[in-house]
């Protein structure tokens, strides 16, 4: 019976590992770093084009929010992560609801911005939803090469190949879910 649980559980382990592997692993700001302990994470549906107003029902179906970029500090965090993706874009949480009134899906304060040179277009307002650029490069005053400019765009177009990035705000009971389980699985001497 013992070894027919231990073969289930190896089994189990296994498959769950793999999964695991195949998908993103969100990436903590830490506050020791600064950060505000959220937790952000790259995805998309799989499609190769999505909308915007699609990514931001996926980032609810998860768990979290389309990142909110609120600070210069969280931008460079935020471009960090964003280096290497393969996305030509990546939405964010932010959206126009009238003229110039920008806001976060999660409710965090507007003001700091990171738009691309020429942007934002405010073509008729209807383009009223932010993507950061995460393989192409804006250059700043110096010329120089700077990743994650934000553009505005039209929030119901399917745009090939665009990820969205989502933010995780850890509750108190994930946390000692997580210290609990890292308990459960200390290696015993």
């Given at each position: 019976m013992k070894k027919r649980i231990l073969i289930t559980l190896v089994v189990l382990l296994s498959v769950f590992g793999f999964a695991i592997n195949l998908q993103a692993i969100p990436i903590q700001w830490s506050v020791e770093d600064g950060g505000n302990g959220h937790y952000y994470e790259i995805l998309d549906d799989g499609s190769g084009a999505m909308s915007w107003e699609t990514a931001n029902t996926l980032a609810h179906s998860v768990?979290?929010?389309?990142?909110?970029?609120?600070?210069?500090?969280?931008?460079?965090?935020?471009?960090?992560i964003i280096s290497n993706d393969q996305h030509h874009s990546l939405y964010l949480g932010a959206f126009r609801t009238e003229a110039d009134n920008w806001?976060?899906?999660?409710?965090?304060?507007?003001?700091?911005?990171?738009?691309?040179?020429?942007?934002?277009?405010?073509?008729d307002y209807n383009y009223a939803c932010i993507v950061a650029f995460s393989n192409i490069a804006m250059q700043d005053p110096s010329g120089a090469d700077i990743l994650g400019g934000w553009n505005d765009i039209l929030p119901?177009?399917?745009?090939?190949?665009?990820?969205?990035?989502?933010?995780?705000?850890?509750?108190?009971?994930?946390?000692?879910?997580?210290?609990?389980?890292?308990?459960?699985?200390?290696?015993?001497?």
């Open positions: 768990g979290g929010e389309l990142a909110s970029i609120t600070s210069a500090d969280e931008n460079t965090f935020f471009i960090n806001q976060w899906t999660d409710g965090e304060i507007w003001g700091f911005t990171y738009w691309d040179t020429g942007e934002p277009q405010n073509q119901t177009y399917n745009h090939l190949n665009y990820g969205y990035v989502v933010e995780y705000v850890p509750e108190p009971a994930t946390i000692l879910l997580l210290a609990l389980g890292g308990l459960v699985f200390r290696k015993r001497k």
